[in-house]
């Protein structure tokens, strides 16, 4: 059983950053953070790959950056420009072979 451990996230003011990590008790295949909107379905925010294959929503491109350190298990989201439609509860997510696993998530609030 893989464990998830977050760190980041808060209160900032549109246009500003924010930085989310996320480590892993153990080996992982590709990961990634979501988020959740209050009213909303969970989306994908960004994705990596093992490999360093990233994917990103339509609405974080040019503003968000995915990056991990294989040898230490963890995934980091850089946040820029950030907009109000940010806000959300935001996920770390891992896959191994076996199965998918979840970070308790945190806040993101973005004011205008």
């Known amino acids: 059983q893989v464990q998830l451990e977050e760190s980041g996230g808060g209160l900032v003011q549109a246009g500003g950053s924010l930085r989310l990590s996320c480590a892993a008790s153990?080996?992982?295949?590709?990961m990634g953070w979501y988020r959740q909107a209050t009213g909303k379905q969970r989306e994908l925010v960004a994705r990596i790959t093992s490999a360093g294959s990233t994917n990103y929503a339509d609405s974080v491109k040019g503003r968000f950056t995915i990056s991990r350190d294989n040898a230490r298990n963890t995934v980091s989201l850089q946040m820029n420009s950030l907009k109000p439609e940010d806000t959300a509860v935001y996920y770390c997510n891992a896959e191994d072979f076996v199965s998918m696993y979840w970070g308790q998530g945190t806040q993101v609030t973005v004011s205008s």
């Open positions: 153990g080996s992982i295949n590709a």
